[in-house]
């Protein structure tokens, strides 16, 4: 099993930046791809990115691409999500995804076993 934690949410401005972090910890020998999505209210989740957690192979959503960034330090199992340019339909609860049994990046949410709580981000105009 693998415990995932998220952290870095908050309240920012329109045009302004965060910085989102996940911590794993447990069995994260077994990890080989985590994610990044996003749950609005009333909303579907949402794909964000995603990387594959030995390779770095990345992948992101149209809604993330060119603004966000995903990185990753397996060593210290840490995943982080750079959000730039932040705008009102940004805000939501994010969520870390992580998968044992896929090894490339995936945007569909099935694909991932262990989830974490959530950090609200709320982008003001």
């Known amino acids: 099993q693998v415990h995932l934690v998220e952290s870095g949410g908050g309240l920012v401005q329109a045009g302004g930046s965060l910085r989102l972090s996940c911590a794993a910890s447990?069995?994260?020998?077994?990890?080989?791809?985590m994610g990044w999505f996003r749950q609005a209210p009333g909303k579907e989740r949402e794909f964000l990115s995603s990387i594959s957690w030995n390779e770095g192979f990345t992948e992101y959503s149209d809604a993330a691409q060119g603004r966000f960034t995903i990185s990753r330090d397996p060593p210290n199992n840490l995943l982080w999500l750079q959000m730039n340019n932040l705008a009102p339909e940004d805000t939501g609860l994010y969520l870390c995804?992580?998968?044992?049994?896929?090894?490339?990046?995936?945007?569909?949410?099935?694909?991932?076993?262990?989830w974490g709580q959530g950090t609200q981000v709320t982008v003001s105009s």
């Open positions: 447990g069995r994260t020998d077994s990890l080989k791809v």
């Open positions: 995804a992580g998968s044992s049994t896929i090894t490339l990046p995936q945007s569909n949410s099935v694909y991932y076993q262990y």
